[in-house]
């Protein structure tokens, strides 16, 4: 078997395993007291806030060249209320990933790039059943963009676990 560990190149410590994924557990706007609004809600996928935007959890996708999986941001993005509402329409729904993809803005503050990724303009791609939507960042030159059309390597991976798992120090 394969040691999936790594060398932190922030603390220098050797931590088991190497992540694939990481996520948020609600889009950067979200703040706690709005769960005693009745207009606002936050649960596993979708969040509205005040009943004026609306969220929905997804997948940002990278492909890593040298490793058999892709790394994947889970994020937040926008989407309009028209759309909040097909998509939750469209929920569990057969076929549902034939819809056309929603236009959105990146609600989640990636912590491995030296720019913010806060609103970025993305594309939502609704998935097949089970499967939470995926999106495109818009083409551009901000380093999210690049690595989502470029790819990264498994030790760009190691570099962000390194910045993530001490983001809060």
């Known amino acids: 078997m394969i040691d999936q560990g790594f060398e932190c190149g922030r603390c220098g410590q050797r931590h088991a395993g190497l992540p694939f994924s990481y996520g948020s557990d609600a889009p950067v706007y979200w703040q706690d007291e709005f769960a005693a609004d009745e207009r606002s809600v936050l649960d596993e ?62 609600a989640t503050e990636l912590p491995a790039y030296p720019v913010s990724t806060l609103n ?25 963009a690049v690595e989502q059309r470029d790819g990264i390597t498994v030790a760009r991976v190691r570099e962000i676990a390194s910045l993530v798992m001490h983001d809060a120090a």
Request: hydrophobic residues 45%; aromatic residues 12%; contains cysteine.
């Open 45 to 106: 996928e979708l969040c509205v806030i005040q009943a004026e935007h609306y969220f929905v959890r997804a997948r940002l996708v990278i492909p890593v060249h040298d490793a058999d999986d892709d790394f994947e941001w889970g994020i937040w993005t926008t989407l309009s209320r028209a759309n909040f509402a097909r998509m939750v329409d469209m929920w569990e729904t057969a076929g549902r990933e034939a819809e056309p993809a929603y236009f959105g803005w990146l």
């Open 120 to 144: 970025l303009k993305l594309m939502v791609h609704t998935g097949v059943l089970g499967e939470r939507p995926h999106v495109l960042v818009e083409p551009t030159d901000h380093p999210l």
